[in-house]
């Protein structure tokens, strides 16, 4: 029974790798395609409306309206072909003395102007957390990118808190939402590239948090229910040798 039930584990996680290979060199292509055509599609909208204004903005609001929906759809699909880029490569981590205290104090007070009136934002961000040897990058990278998740989860608003401390040999790193939340099937999946209970978006932010810490040997878990709320749970190994 022992040697069927490791057999088994080893079948769905050669599965599990063989589809997320799959889906890298899917993602890789879809960037490449995506991408190409943006720059004139841009540059076109862009000197449709210097022209329309140097004559006068006979078309006025009309036109107007119509290129900045061109621009802003432009901008959501090169930030659509960027994630796909980045799902499809994975990083070289570049590890360096990184507070952490620092590191999420700057994250969080990027977003406090932004979210005034519309989310409250609690940061409870321990003091004096431990050193970590991480790339900063990667490791904000994961973090904004559960912020996002986040914040998309409360589109009526709500309540963000990222907060940090010690828990034995980790520094655990929560960010946590009043949102929407998911039932336990999706919370199941919530690390799928193939998933998303977003109607817009790739559904990647999850997978490349997901990624990014568990190349610096930490691991990531979520918690959540249906209209309670979601929280992501980073726990990553400080010290000279993390």
């Given at each position: 029974n022992s040697m069927a039930h490791e057999l088994e584990?080893?079948?769905a996680q050669l599965e599990h790798t063989n589809r997320l290979e799959a889906w890298a060199e899917m993602a890789r292509q879809v960037a490449h395609d995506i991408k190409n055509?943006?720059?004139?599609?841009?540059?076109?909208?862009?000197h449709l409306l210097r022209v329309h204004r140097d004559r006068g903005e006979p078309l006025s609001p009309v036109l107007n309206r119509c290129v900045d929906t061109i621009l802003n759809q432009v901008r959501l699909l090169r930030r659509i072909s960027s994630e796909f880029s980045n799902f499809a490569t994975t990083p070289t981590v570049r590890p360096e003395a990184t507070d952490p205290t620092a590191l999420l104090r700057e994250i969080v007070e990027d977003y406090r102007l932004g979210l005034e009136g519309r989310v409250a934002l609690e940061a409870a961000i321990a003091d004096g957390l431990p050193t970590m040897h991480v790339?900063?990058?990667?490791?904000?990278?994961?973090?904004?990118?559960?912020?996002?998740?986040?914040?998309?989860?409360?589109?009526?608003?709500?309540t963000l808190t990222v907060s940090a401390e010690v828990e034995g040999?980790?520094?655990?790193?929560?960010?946590?939402?009043?949102?929407?939340?998911?039932?336990?099937?999706?919370?199941?999946?919530?690390?799928?590239?193939?998933?998303?209970?977003?109607?817009?978006?790739?559904?990647?932010?999850?997978?490349?948090?997901?990624r990014n810490v568990e190349l610096h040997g930490g691991h990531v878990a979520v918690e959540s229910a249906a209209g309670q709320g979601t929280t992501v749970v980073f726990r990553l190994p400080y010290g000279a040798d993390a």
């Open positions: 584990r080893q079948r055509p943006l720059t004139p599609i841009q540059l076109s909208a862009e790339d900063r990058l990667l490791i904000g990278r994961a973090v904004t990118n559960v912020i996002e998740n986040a914040l998309q989860a409360m589109p009526a608003g709500g040999e980790d520094v655990a790193i929560r960010v946590r939402d009043t949102g929407v939340g998911m039932d336990a099937d999706d919370t199941a999946r919530a690390f799928d590239p193939s998933f998303s209970t977003k109607a817009a978006g790739t559904g990647l932010g999850l997978p490349i948090a997901k």
